[in-house]
């Protein structure tokens, strides 16, 4: 099994935003919430429009653990979302699949993001690097490995650590 890393540099973030947002805003929403929200790819694809309609704070009941999760969206991000479920009814997915309405495959979204990363020089990026991505940065800005091992809901700190690819 490949380990993934998040993506540390702000200038590749952008980057892949820049080619996600070329090739569909499904993606780059996809992509942007991922990065920004710390959800399992699974909740995240379960996300539905009426979750973010007319939302400042999202909350999504985990999957993998039953628990309550909220984060915040910004108000950029807000607008680009009320545009893109403007023609949407709230009962559908979030991000769906063109062919079929349900939410997109885990697999598609590992090819779009390994498609994208390719674009921008990254190799080592799947479905975890949005999650690992969120935690890094997270922990840049707070240095409260504490409360990420809470948000990730892993056993240790030093676990958190190396999920996020922080070795020191």
């Not at 062919?99 to 799947?126: C, F, H, M």
């Not at 940065?137 to 240095?143: E, G």
Request: aromatic share 8%; glycine share 4%.
């Amino acid at each position: 099994m490949q380990v993934v890393q998040p993506i540390r540099e702000q200038e590749k973030i952008e980057a892949i935003q820049a080619v996600l947002k070329e090739q569909s805003i499904r993606d780059w929403l996809l992509f942007t919430i991922g990065i920004n929200s710390g959800l399992h790819l699974s909740d995240l694809l379960s996300l539905k429009v009426k979750d973010v309609m007319d939302r400042n704070i999202v909350h999504v009941r985990e999957e993998k653990t039953g628990k309550l999760k909220t984060f915040q969206l910004s108000t950029q991000l807000k607008v680009f979302i009320e545009d893109y479920i403007k023609y949407m009814d709230e009962d559908n997915f979030l991000f769906p699949s063109q062919r079929t309405g349900n939410p997109i495959k885990r697999i598609r979204v590992y090819r779009i993001l390994s498609e994208a990363a390719k674009q921008v020089g990254l190799s080592d990026i799947g479905t975890h690097t949005l999650r690992k991505t969120y935690g890094y940065h997270y922990y840049l800005k707070t240095k409260n490995v504490s409360v990420l091992r809470d948000l990730f809901n892993q056993s240790a700190p030093s676990v958190t650590l190396r999920y996020i690819g922080v070795t020191s």
